[in-house]
């Protein structure tokens, strides 16, 4: 059974937890700036959301990608970049509809979420359990799931 | 059902994949003019500065890819389009069955009509034949000189200037990308690239190019005449149409295609750089001439090949990426405005910021950004979306940064936290 | 390890930004932030020197954990000479651009001089420059940040900067990070605006890595985090109600300082509490408070994000105060409310976002405009003096428009700026400044929590909650229960409890942990984070000697064993009601004992032997 990060967004308390257990996962430091999940403060509202990628069946980054640099993990669902092929031509930063496709200038190549191979550390962070790898059909994904579904034509 | 595809580029390469999955009986063959396996034109700039070898710029990387699927490759220049016969004829005799047929035979740079364009010193930058041309003469103290700095200028550009060769750009209009950028961001990037030592003159024509020396002068409409080892000229490209002379086949600046990519002939479908798709922000059908673009179109083309029903063409969202030596910038839709419309902007000259939306009521149609890297993509998505922006519009307007903001709050139903909120 | 081993040393007479090693050797016995930044402080400047001249430091300074995932790992702080007290100060301050700092590549930046026109730094990560501040100075902390936000066009920047009362040189100014997070206390403010600096900006994009142990340090954050979120106070008590959790508590237990400090209960409390803020009001249905907001890293979240009520007197015809920003925690309410006897809420939240949108310490406003209160009642400041204003106790209106004046430093507020001792020294009733050292007490009538008052007595920053938090044993039985109104044990107490907060303010973590952790719980993320071999005993001598370097800098600026006390009224005044009726603050009981266990002369001075056991 495939899984999924759900986010729920009126759990979250904006600490970053996930930011730092995402760039310590994925850089090896506690570096929010190099994080795949971010999360939003609506400070006017004193709202927060954590956001990164839905891996999204239409996929857009990997078909945006001109080098096949961005593959799908069978395991996991997951779009994930191989670094070793990207060239950072940025296209696939371009394609993504959702902005979860970001480029890191320090490395020169794209970076977004891979789910950490099956055991998202963000999710195993957040201490109120805004975000949680859930079972793919679990029906509280729907809401998140209904907006990408609904969001671009299919070609 | 036999399929033949001619072009190897993403547009190609995709159609025949995505008909061999709908359609695994079927007979996929694509007709290539190149040696190398498919390859990107987006990643020679990366071979040209080493950062990858050639087998890098392929489009798949596994050597097998293509024959597991079960798609064959031919190697040949098409001369002509039998109709009648339902035939492709390639340059040297051979020809080729079909029963659909996707033209997805990309473009060509231009030759400008200018004085010793013709000489081998005068190179574009367009195949892998090119790249190795070009890193062959462009080292360190060479001078090169780059005719035209539109996208595909700009993105060999870095990889010029990273040769160490004194670099000096050439641009007819008033600005850099002018098909992408307007003029606060073309002359951002102006002042960047000069603030890195390459010499860029807008507003310049190269007059004429005459053998000087070991190589060769380049006089320039500003009086001018410079030096140069070598020159590059990236100043546009054309659809590949020209073997479509003796058929019926309706083009304009590309081939007409309808919302099914289907040209004037309905065995005949068209996908690309070549092929006058549906735009999504105009409406009308232009020739995009984009990587992503190319995609959509090779995926949709071979839907409607294969004979699915609604795979029809919504329009591609016309938008760009360009690293101008680390100058990141992109451009969405139009992100030059509509009559009507309303505009935002903050701009940080300093330190080359720069960000521009373009609404029409309530719906963003149009960006452009400089140095933005995080949640660009956001951009695309509210467009081609047309997400109702509501309050979010005229906050956007105060703060143009808020784009992920916006989308989130606009899309996404985000409560108080209800965990203390009982 | 977690430090990163760098300073910024900014100096502001030539506008050079230089970098600098930090020193190792010190940082192995003061840890980081207050601790570190202290012996900095007292090794470069004279204890002696005016506070607000170009001669005095002010340091802003991270922990080793500021910036790691360990829970609560975004603290930073900001040490100088303070103008209010003469005395050191120490403000610490949660929200997130002490992390920002760290993750530039930073531990502390030192500013010296004082630039001969506004500047404001702009550091991201290696790079920093001091900018013109001109359009700057004369605005507010929000539309600073506004401002800056806008020309960087850069969410993630982190801003810290005065608001207008610093700029007029209110005395309890202080420096606002992340729009409504502060290092409130001791005027750190004031100090920054003298120096003509407005505003330090931060962007940090290289992170915080090279922990010594990483294994070690995500057993033991992980541990920290799980025994907080079982906590009842750090788990349910703070996440639901935030500070604002004591506010019942606090008057039930009859040490809520009311109406300055005369009575010690206050009959509105309840409307001015925690579980009033969540109560929809009758206007438009919502609560005050919106939701509970993290700073960096913590998983308690205690903050608090609450409206206005768009319909009340304060904000009519001033939209710009409609949205959410950070609401009251318990200090605030309580110096805001019951201490000026004022129980309306949304009056009470709009002073706090004013104390937020122009920099001042809530609590010293609300106390000087208490003891303004009194000396209006008194006669001795009338209707002339405060420009019309009724000054009486319980009048909502007197607070928004003195918060409203002291934010931009006009009319009375101008007076009010002085801060309650100077204020009450001018109209001729010293004794009615209710202050230790010049600096107004917080919420905790020391009279029914008598190791409270030994602790504002001896604290090194004057009149102050977070040295050494008594309550937490007195009144709520962390670690352990002590009786709040007897005095025997309580020098051990506070002296322990003094030591361990310097330990913990040096190492970038928050001390609300200190309600669920002990140092036995800090000590394996410390040491799992840096080297030098951690333990609960070396931090709180590590703690002890920052005490005692504390301490010692007072002293040589001028102050002695005789501002170790407590005013008279706290001392001779019985309270009046509740269960401590009757009982005065016993200091004489405890403070000869406390000199002797902190190893002091009868005059309060270090012995040599104290200096050399903690290697000072």
Request: charged letters at 20%.
């Amino acid at each position: 059974m495939l899984k999924s990060l759900q986010l729920e967004p009126e759990k979250c308390t904006g600490c970053l937890q996930c930011e730092m257990a995402c760039s310590y996962e994925n850089e090896g430091v506690f570096n929010p700036a190099k994080s795949r999940i971010k999360v939003f403060n609506f400070h006017d509202e004193g709202r927060f959301a954590p956001y990164t990628c839905t891996q999204c069946t239409e996929a857009w980054c990997l078909h945006a990608c001109p080098v096949e640099a961005i593959v799908i993990n069978e395991s996991t669902g997951a779009k994930e970049v191989i670094e070793d092929v990207c060239v950072g031509c940025k296209v696939c930063t371009i394609a993504c509809p959702f902005g979860t496709v970001n480029y890191n200038t320090d490395s020169g190549k794209v970076m977004k979420c891979d789910l950490c191979g099956g055991a998202p550390a963000c999710a195993d962070a957040c201490p109120t359990a805004a975000i949680t790898y859930v079972d793919s059909s679990y029906t509280g994904l729907d809401r998140m799931k209904s907006h990408a579904a609904q969001t671009i034509p299919k070609t | 059902m036999r399929h033949v595809i001619i072009g190897t580029g993403p547009a190609g390469v995709t159609a025949a994949e995505t008909l061999k999955k709908l359609d695994p009986e079927s007979v996929v063959t694509m007709i290539g003019d190149e040696p190398e396996p498919p390859y990107s034109r987006m990643a020679i700039p990366y071979l040209l500065i080493d950062q990858i070898v050639e087998s890098g710029t392929y489009l798949r990387k596994n050597s097998e890819h293509y024959k597991e699927l079960g798609i064959s490759r031919v190697e040949g220049l098409v001369d002509s389009i039998n109709q009648e016969k339902s035939e492709v004829n390639l340059n040297g005799g051979a020809t080729v069955g079909y029963d659909r047929l996707l033209i997805a035979s990309g473009s060509t740079p231009v030759t400008p009509p200018i004085d010793g364009v013709k000489h081998p010193l005068v190179s574009s930058c367009w195949t892998l034949e090119d790249a190795r041309r070009i890193s062959e003469v462009a080292k360190p103290n060479t001078d090169v000189v780059l005719m035209g700095a539109g996208f595909i200028g700009c993105i060999i550009l870095e990889a010029l200037a990273k040769s160490g060769a004194n670099l000096t750009v050439i641009e007819m209009e008033d600005r850099m990308v002018p098909r992408m950028m307007n003029d606060t961001a073309g002359n951002l990037i102006k002042d960047w690239c000069e603030s890195r030592g390459v010499s860029v003159n807008t507003s310049t024509r190269v007059e004429s190019i005459t053998e000087a020396g070991r190589g060769l002068s380049v006089s320039l409409s500003n009086g001018k005449n410079i030096p140069a080892d070598l020159v590059v000229s990236a100043t546009g490209v054309k659809p590949n149409i020209g073997f479509l002379d003796s058929t019926d086949i309706k083009t304009d600046l590309g081939i007409l295609v309808n919302r099914q990519m289907q040209t004037t002939d309905p065995h005949i479908f068209a996908a690309g750089d070549v092929a006058q798709g549906k735009d999504f922000s105009s409406e009308e059908f232009s020739v995009q001439a984009i990587q992503p673009t190319a995609v959509e179109h090779g995926q949709l083309a071979a839907k409607n090949m294969f004979g699915l029903k609604n795979a029809v063409h919504q329009g591609s969202v016309n938008m760009n990426v360009l690293d101008t030596l680390g100058l990141i910038s992109s451009s969405f839709g139009l992100w030059m405005g509509v009559e009507n419309g309303e505009s935002c902007e903050l701009l940080n000259k300093e330190r080359f910021r720069y960000i521009n939306l373009q609404f029409c009521e309530d719906v963003l149609i149009g960006a452009t950004s400089l140095g933005l890297t995080e949640h660009v993509g956001v951009l695309r998505g509210l467009i081609q979306t047309k997400t109702k922006l509501g309050v979010w519009k005229d906050r956007l307007i105060e703060d143009p940064t808020k784009i992920m903001e916006a989308y989130l709050g606009s899309t996404h139903a985000i409560g108080h936290n209800a965990n203390i909120m009982k | 390890m977690a430090w990163q081993k760098r300073i910024l040393r900014v100096n502001l007479n030539d506008q050079s930004c230089t970098e600098e090693p930090l020193n190792m050797e010190w940082a192995q016995k003061f840890l980081g932030q207050r601790g570190l930044a202290t012996k900095y402080l007292s090794e470069e400047i004279d204890p002696k020197v005016d506070a607000l001249s170009p001669g005095n430091k002010l340091i802003m300074a991270t922990g080793p954990l500021t910036g790691t995932m360990a829970s609560t790992g975004g603290r930073y702080s900001v040490i100088t000479k303070s103008p209010l007290t003469g005395a050191i100060a120490c403000s610490n301050s949660g929200g997130f651009i002490g992390a920002e700092l760290k993750q530039a590549g930073w531990d502390m930046i030192i500013f010296e001089g004082k630039s001969d026109k506004p500047v404001y730094l702009y550091l991201e990560d290696d790079v920093a420059s001091l900018c013109d501040a001109a359009e700057l100075w004369g605005k507010s902390v929000w539309a600073t940040d506004e401002m800056l936000h806008a020309k960087y066009q850069d969410p993630l920047i982190r801003i810290a900067c005065v608001g207008r009362s610093a700029e007029e040189g209110c005395l309890y100014a202080s420096i606002v990070n992340d729009r409504h997070r502060a290092a409130g206390r001791s005027g750190v403010g004031t100090v920054m605006a003298s120096k003509n600096l407005k505003a330090v900006v931060v962007r940090g994009t290289k992170g915080v890595g090279n922990v010594r142990d990483p294994k070690a340090f995500f057993k033991a954050t992980s541990e920290g985090k799980k025994t907080l979120s079982d906590n009842a106070v750090t788990g349910e008590g703070l996440p639901a109600m935030g500070t604002q959790v004591l506010m019942n508590v606090i008057n039930e237990v009859g040490a809520m300082p009311t109406r300055n400090m005369r009575e010690v209960q206050f009959e509105g409390a309840a409307k001015i509490s925690a579980e009033a803020m969540a109560e929809p009001r009758e206007s438009d249905g919502k609560p005050n408070l919106v939701t509970n907001a993290a700073c960096f890293g913590c998983t308690i979240a205690c903050g608090r994000i609450s409206t206005i009520d768009p319909q009340h007197y304060s904000i009519e015809n001033k939209p710009e105060y409609i949205g959410a920003s950070g609401g009251l925690e318990y200090e605030s309410a309580w110096a805001l409310g019951s201490n000026v006897g004022v129980d309306d809420l949304d009056a009470l939240t709009y002073a706090n976002f004013l104390c937020n949108e122009d920099g001042m310490d809530p609590i010293s406003f609300g106390a000087t405009v208490s003891a303004a209160m009194e000396l209006f009642g008194m006669g001795a400041i009338t209707l002339e003096d405060t420009g019309g204003v009724d000054m009486s106790f319980g009048s909502a209106e007197a607070l928004t428009i003195s918060a409203e004046l002291v934010a931009k430093g006009e009319g009375f507020g101008r007076e009010l700026a002085m801060g309650s001792k100077k204020l009450c020294e001018k109209y001729g009733h010293p004794e009615i400044s209710m202050t230790v050292k010049g600096q107004e007490f917080p919420a905790y009538d020391p009279r029914s929590i008598q190791g409270m008052g030994l602790g504002y007595a001896t604290s090194n920053r004057g009149a102050c909650h977070l040295r050494g938090y008594t309550v937490s044993s007195e009144i709520m039985g962390v670690p352990v229960k002590t009786d709040p109104l007897v005095t025997e044990g309580k020098p051990e107490l506070v002296k322990s409890f003094q030591d361990a907060t310097a330990a913990v303010d040096s190492t970038g973590l928050c001390t609300f942990t200190t309600f669920a952790w002990t140092l036995e719980d800090i000590a394996p993320q410390v040491d799992a984070a840096c080297e030098g071999g951690w333990t609960a005993e070396s931090m709180l001598e590590a703690g002890e000697r920052i005490w005692n370097l504390e301490r010692q800098f007072n002293l040589d600026a001028g102050l002695t064993s005789k501002d170790d006390t407590l005013p008279a009224r706290l001392l001779k005044d019985a309270a009046k009601t509740g269960p401590a009726k009757g009982s005065v603050n016993r200091l004489d009981e405890m403070l000869p004992q406390y000199y002797s266990l902190r190893g002091w002369s009868a005059e309060g001075v270090p012995n040599s032997e104290t200096m050399k056991r903690l290697g000072l």
